[in-house]
Each structure stands twice: as structure tokens, then as C-alpha cells.
Nanobody, 115 residues
């Protein structure tokens, strides 16, 4: 069983930055693809970014150039650096770990972008 704990959400003004962290319960990054998803009220949960065990990254088009996903294997933590935030980035952000049939989620952290 993999446990994921997100932190770093909050309220930020448009144009501001936040860094989300996701701490995993074990050394899983060498085996799992780690992702960040978000879900706004009334909308489906969408992939924001992911990083594979080999270090390849992929981003949702609307966040390219603004968000950066990274991992620190020594700390068992994956990060999502979010810059130039927009009101439309407001959502609950979830960390995900996936490998084959195994699929784990964190509890989510709220990000609100508003003036």
C-alpha cells in the first residue's frame, strides 16, 4: 500500500507562485509514474503533469511553460512548481502514483487563485 500526502496549497493572487509537495510512504519513484491531477468544482479530474520512473515529463497544454514537475528520490517527494498562476488554475490538486494495475491517490490540496 502506497500512501501519498500533499501539501503546499493555498490562496494566491493571479501571477503568483505556489509549490505543491507530495510525500510518498516508500521509495517508489523508480517504479511508479507520479502525476499531479486537478479537479475544479463541477468538472472532471484532469491530468496536469506527470513524471515517469525514467524522468520523462508531460504537461497539460494550458500549464506548459508555467508549471514544472520534479522529484527528489532521496526524500520520496514529488513537486509541482506553479508559476504565473491564473484564476482558471483554481482547483483541488491531487497526487497520483501509478504502475500497471496499481493506482494510488492523495487526499488533495486546495489551490485558489484570486485577487
Amino acid at each position: 500500500q502506497v500512501q501519498l500526502v500533499e501539501s503546499g496549497g493555498g490562496l494566491v493572487q493571479p501571477g503568483g507562485s505556489l509549490r505543491l509537495s507530495c510525500a510518498a510512504s516508500g521509495s517508489i519513484f523508480s517504479l511508479y509514474t507520479m502525476g499531479w491531477y486537478r479537479q475544479a468544482p463541477g468538472k472532471q479530474r484532469d491530468l496536469v503533469a506527470h513524471i515517469t520512473s525514467g524522468g520523462s515529463t508531460n504537461y497539460k497544454d494550458s500549464v506548459k511553460g508555467r508549471f514544472t514537475i520534479s522529484s527528489d528520490n532521496a526524500k520520496n517527494t514529488v513537486y509541482l512548481q506553479m508559476d504565473m498562476l491564473k484564476p482558471e488554475d483554481t482547483a483541488v490538486y491531487y497526487c497520483n502514483a501509478r504502475r500497471g494495475i496499481w493506482d494510488y491517490w492523495g487526499q488533495g490540496t486546495q489551490v485558489t487563485v484570486s485577487s
